[in-house]
Nanobody
């Protein structure tokens, strides 16, 4: 099983990014999928999740700015990040419990 994130980068505040998580040996439609993040010196926190009936949930800090989705045909999980703030700077991880990706860095300046 492998979860591979991509799409991170450096953007200015107010900008947007779309993170992607490609799953190998793992069917994203079969699991609750989520995005977590960890900023330097801070604990890892849940950002967004989507369950098997497509119900979405978000941390209060990102509600209205981030959108989680998945493409079952491509077996990919996405996280659209809009109106980015400096406090969104973190390593973002794709999760399909109990599996974790290696992370993709998002830096907002």
């Amino acid at each position: 099983v492998q979860l591979v994130e991509s799409g991170g980068g450096s953007v200015q505040a107010g900008g947007s990014l779309r993170l992607a998580c490609a799953a190998y040996g793992f069917i994203v439609d079969d699991y609750v999928m989520a995005w977590f993040r960890q900023a330097p010196g801070k604990e890892r926190e849940g950002v967004a999740a989507i369950d098997s009936d497509e119900t979405e949930s978000y941390a209060d800090s990102v509600k209205g700015r981030f959108t989680i989705s998945r493409d079952n045909a491509k077996n990919v999980l996405y996280l659209q990040l809009n109106s980015l703030k400096t406090e969104d700077t973190a390593m973002y991880y794709c999760v399909g419990f109990p599996y974790w990706g290696q992370g993709t860095q998002v830096t907002v300046s």
